[in-house]
């Protein structure tokens, strides 16, 4: 048996709310990898209590009685397992009643395990790639408009220009061969509204969020410096991205981050698109019949952008919806780096999504977040239905009025 | 009875009084007990400061979560011996942590066991609705105490006949004297020592015991003839356990499951495809998720004998199912077997740990 000293410090508020946990197990029935497994160790009561007995031991009731204790190293080994067998996606902290808010917790936790040294087999090879690159795919920063090269929309869209508006494009959408499309779309609408807008080409690195999930915060910083840097040189009053997690990482963790207000309001697409409609810079014709949306965990419960998406979609087609939505929205499995971890139960997670879909009857799902799009449409593969997927961005771009 | 009146003050009072007293001059390391925070919840936490005490609760309306024989296990387990720790126990805590103590997963030398009286407590999900009305859970238990009724709480206190631990080193008994004083019993040699140490005068007192158990004792019969019912056979327990999920919550939060890793949690439980195909034609059909009611019978078969019977399965269950029933059920009958009272002597030997020749007859034929 190997023991090992495990240095894990946690604010004071937030060792409060971890000792809050009651174990009511209100939790329990909607943690989407439960759901899909069915194994008590994805659970957050199991997680949590793991979470407690290293705390404890390093800076809690235990270690202000014998100072620092030593765990096994098998149970630290089997607590990262299960930690990164989560997407992160929040359903947790939306049930629970304490305010132990797990999902912060949880993010903590991957944080103490990534300062230990303990990270899971299937991360090394990506860390690695990560470190070197600057995006978690593994690209390179030449690649970042490859999805614009390909669509030959080189020298009809602004690149690095003082402009009002700055599209943030973020890693999924521009490195994903299924996402490219969602960069084009928003290309197409911020084109055909006169948008004085601009990209920020290869001075664009990636929003740092991946860090977080891993737990190195000080990447995370850097990557933060650098893309605050970048948009205020351009002198942009607001940043729009696609991106759920980008939206979330930028409005929310960059001022935390930084320690300071930022210079610039940040968007989700949805809500551009929405305001636009409603300035009546833009029209869309009803160009599909029957559509059901499938609510992003970050952009709905995270962010409490719900009502935008819908009022879009209203205006192209019938608006089907689906019994978990909004607030209480079920994950699609691909958050919190579920899918490098373990594509199998990431998938089984998009296929329990995708059949409330075709319950619906509705022909297309749409989402607004590019990893939801490649989760849903793989689990639509596995399934073997012919249900499209498609990002919120490319229906409207396709049925722009004009 | 042996034990010192303090009279007059309010209980809670009284309890942080003496506690003050013990710390001021020395003679606690730290108190594990509850502290309440700003929106009124209340979680575990250490005290050692007696500044700090303002914030303790006392007699608290809820066991949230991990019991504070749980706690006592962690705090303990990896040899500690430094300073006394007194911890605020529930009479059903303290016998789960003389359980613990059998099966080395806490050491008695350390701890100060104060077992504060107690008539029953709330269900986790009552307390947080209660909190968020604007009512004060722990005044109308308070309250419910003095006037005797238990119709709110939890349904293993109702039927529950330990108000008093029957092994404690001190235990505090406020409820009939209605709000006006504290008597410490001092039930060992720890614990009278300590309120020598305090400066107090220990003096035979009278022994009062509490009007409820009778109806308790009715209730309980009528409560296990119940349970009997619901669990009579096979096809029964597959009904009972119909709803579980397997999420195991209910080991979690148990103050007497004692492995270190549950087998059930283990990865021999994630079958491949073929073998599930390979089981249907024999069984014809089977529950899913498999291996739920073996995991609860072989948990039972760990804990029953010593089952404390403070129902916190029940309380963690996600889909209400009515756990106390079968797990109440089953160590009633259990420790009747083996004339076992969990909780009763940290010297006696926990039946699960004993073997002689000549037990249980009827089951072995005397082999």
């Known amino acids: ?402 | 009875m042996k034990g010192v009146f303090i009279p007059e003050r309010d209980p809670r009072d009284a309890i942080r009084f003496v506690l003050r007293q013990a710390m001021e001059k020395g003679l606690l390391g730290g108190i594990l007990g509850y502290r309440r925070n700003n929106s009124g919840l209340i979680y575990p936490y250490l005290f050692t400061s007696k500044e700090e005490l303002s914030q303790l609760v006392p007699i608290s309306p809820v066991i949230s979560g991990y019991s504070m024989a749980t706690l006592s296990s962690w705090i303990t387990t990896n040899g500690y011996s430094g300073e006394k720790i007194a911890v605020l126990l529930k009479p059903c805590e303290t016998r789960a942590v003389i359980e613990l103590s059998k099966f080395d997963q806490v050491s008695l030398e350390n701890l100060l066991l104060m077992t504060v009286e107690c008539l029953g407590t709330y269900h986790v999900l009552d307390f947080i609705d209660m909190i968020e009305g604007g009512e004060s859970p722990e005044e109308s238990l308070l309250k419910s105490y003095y006037s005797r009724e238990d119709d709110a709480f939890r349904e293993a206190c109702k039927i529950c006949m330990y108000p008093k631990a029957p092994y404690s080193d001190l235990n505090l008994c406020f409820i009939s004297l209605g709000g006006k004083g504290l008597v410490v019993e001092t039930s060992s040699e720890k614990g009278y020592h300590l309120m020598e140490k305090l400066g107090f005068s220990v003096q035979e007192l009278e022994d009062e015991a509490l009007e409820v158990i009778d109806i308790r004792k009715e209730r309980r019969k009528e409560f296990l003839e119940k349970s009997r019912q619901d669990l009579a056979g096979p096809e029964k327990i597959n009904e009972f356990f119909q709803d579980c999920i397997n999420c195991h919550n209910c080991m979690e939060v148990c103050p007497i499951c004692f492995c270190e890793e549950c087998f059930f949690d283990a990865d021999r439980y994630e079958y491949v495809t073929r073998r599930f195909l390979n089981w249907s034609p024999k069984e014809g059909t089977f529950p899913l998720p498999e291996a739920k009611i073996q995991f609860h019978l072989g948990r039972a078969l760990h804990m029953s004998t010593s089952c404390i019977t403070c129902g916190l399965c029940q309380q963690a269950c996600p889909k209400q199912i009515k756990l106390s029933e079968f797990f109440i059920l089953l160590a009633e009958e259990n420790q009747a077997l083996f004339d076992y009272v969990p909780g009763r002597d940290p010297e006696e030997k926990p039946p699960i740990r004993e073997f002689y020749e000549e037990e249980l007859e009827e089951y072995t034929g005397g082999t």
């Open chain 1, 1 to 402: 048996m190997r023991l090992v000293y495990v240095k894990a410090e946690l604010e004071p508020e937030e060792l409060e709310r971890l000792r809050l946990c009651t174990a009511c197990g209100e939790c329990i029935v909607e943690c989407p990898v439960f759901k899909a497994t069915g194994n008590s160790k994805h659970l957050p009561v199991n997680k949590g209590r793991a979470l407690r007995r290293i705390v404890e031991r390093s800076q809690g009731i235990v270690s202000s009685l014998q100072g620092q204790v030593p765990l096994r190293e098998y149970f630290m080994r089997s607590s990262v397992s299960k930690l990164y067998e989560c997407t992160l996606c929040g359903a947790c902290t939306e049930q629970c009643k304490f305010d132990v808010k797990p999902d912060d917790l949880w993010y903590q936790f991957r944080r103490i395990m990534y300062e230990n040294g303990f990270i899971p087999e299937g991360m090394k090879v990506l860390i690695t790639a990560f470190k070197e690159k600057g995006d978690p795919y593994g690209m390179g920063r030449k690649m970042r408009l490859y999805w614009a090269k390909r669509a030959k929309l080189i020298g009809k869209i602004p690149i690095n220009r003082k402009a009002k508006t700055v599209y943030f494009v973020g890693c999924t959408t521009a490195f994903t061969r299924i996402n490219r499309v969602s960069a084009v779309s928003m290309a197409q609408i911020l084109n055909a509204v006169g948008e004085e807008w601009t990209l920020l080409g290869d001075e664009e690195v990636c929003c740092g969020a991946p860090w977080l999930m891993i737990g190195d915060v000080n990447s995370a910083k850097e990557s933060a410096k650098r893309n605050v840097e970048a948009i205020e040189r351009l002198g942009a009053e607001r940043v729009v991205t696609t991106c759920p997690t980008c939206f979330k990482q930028l409005k929310v963790a960059y001022p935390k981050l930084l320690e300071r207000e930022l210079g610039f309001e940040v968007i989700h697409a949805t809500q551009l698109i929405s305001s636009y409609l409603m300035d009546g810079m833009l029209s869309l014709r009803e160009g599909i019949r029957e559509i059901v949306y499938h609510d992003p965990c970050e952009l709905a419960r995270q962010m409490g952008v719900i009502e935008e998406p819908r009022f879009i979609l209203t205006k192209l087609g019938v608006l089907k919806e689906l019994e978990k939505r909004g607030l209480e929205t079920q994950c699609c499995g691909g958050g919190g780096f579920l899918r490098a971890i373990n594509e199998e139960i990431s998938v089984k997670v998009a296929q329990l999504r995708v059949n409330q879909a075709l319950e619906t009857g509705a022909g297309i799902l749409a989402t607004s977040c590019p990893s939801c799009k490649m989760n849903l449409s793989e689990g639509a593969k596995v399934l073997n239905t012919n249900i499209d997927v498609v990002d919120l961005v490319e229906v409207v771009a396709r049925n722009i009025e004009v």
